[in-house]
């Protein structure tokens, strides 16, 4: 099978390429990727020289880069985005021109070339807050920040195809995930190498926010099973199963690392911040999936990966990051 991937050079796109690799000997990955901030070509650098995988430069808001990529290509698997809330809150013109834009140039290529499967891959924001109970595939959306809200009409735009065009569209929803690669700007690999560095972790609110944590490598099976078996037109809810408060994350990390909690800094809350984020995933349990990462032991890996890959993240907190960071944390 030749997959094109897109955004393969970000967090969980890089794991997804390296999962595939290794674990599907029969199979070649194109990689389209921008490489903005959040891309970094650090994160396949050991699978360069795989004759298998073939990277491109390119923005999938570009429809002549992408009909070049996805010629070819059996299957589409779509995680190039714009990925990050607090970024959103401070202006939304990328989340709206790669996530909603740049999903209808690949949806609308794969249909004009016709490509066999097209996965989404999208997020659980899209159904807002749930208060209660956990949301299942047929909920209404209600993204309550402008990332989520450009998630979900890329979601839309994705039925859509599917609905009037035929092609075959699947969307996966995922929890939280966390992991190796992960771009500092997120609360785990943020607190995880702020503490490292003996600065102070900035837990939003009162730290109760719950979300639901899944190893990223856990979401790479998911989406792999999908992709080879998942039924057209259909929506996957991926949940890790762990629900956790921030401000226990927060504790766990700091005790993995041997720091005191003094570090943890209590500052202003996020507007328009979601409490809690819970996915029913029944649907995906019934194909065959489920995470085989104890969140306990997950953590405790992913700990340990930014220990000992300072080589990797320093730099990515260093430029650009400080001028972002100080301009998010400063006023809290
Ligand atoms: P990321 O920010 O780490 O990586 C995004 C990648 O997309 C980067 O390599 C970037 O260079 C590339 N990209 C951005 N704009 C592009 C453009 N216009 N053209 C081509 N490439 C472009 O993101 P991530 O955390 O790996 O998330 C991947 C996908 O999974 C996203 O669609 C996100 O919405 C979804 N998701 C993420 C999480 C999470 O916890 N990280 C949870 C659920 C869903
Ligand atoms: P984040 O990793 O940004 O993911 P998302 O917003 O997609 O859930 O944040 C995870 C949780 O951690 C969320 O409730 C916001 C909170 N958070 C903090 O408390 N402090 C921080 O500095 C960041 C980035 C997030």
Known sequence: MKILVTGGSGF?????????????????????????????PENLRDVESDRRYRFVHGDICDAAAVRDAMAGADAVVHFAAES???????????????????????????????VGRFVQVSTDEVYGSIARGAAREADLLNPS???????????????????????????????????PYQYPEKATPLFITNAIEDRPLPLYGDGRNVRDWLYVLDNCEAIDLVLHRGRDGEIYNIGGGTEVENAELTRRILRLLGKPESLIQPVRD????????????????DLGWTPR???D??????????????AWWRPLKSGQFK??????YSNR
């Open 270 to 285: 996020r507007p328009g911040h979601d409490r809690r984020y819970a996915l029913d995933s029944s649907r995906i349990h």
């Open 293 to 295: 990462h104890s969140f």
């Open 297 to 310: 032991a997950a953590l405790e890996a992913t700990v340990a990966w930014y220990r000992t890959h300072e």
């Open 12 to 40: 969980i796109g890089s794991n997804f390429v390296r999962h595939v690799l290794a674990t599907h000997p029969d199979h070649a990955v194109v990689n389209l990727d921008k490489l903005t901030y959040a891309g970094n």
């Open 84 to 114: 990050h809330v607090d970024k959103s809150n401070l202006g939304a013109d990328e989340f709206l021109r790669t996530n909603v834009s740049g999903t209808f140039t690949l949806l609308d290529t794969a249909r004009e070339l016709k």
């Open 323 to 328: 001028a972002y960071y100080a301009r998010q």
């Open 145 to 179: 920040n402008p990332y989520a809200a450009s998630k979900a009409a890329g979601d839309l735009f994705a039925r859509s195809y599917w609905t009037t065009h035929g092609l075959p569209v699947i969307i996966t929803r995922s929890s939280n995930n966390f992991g």
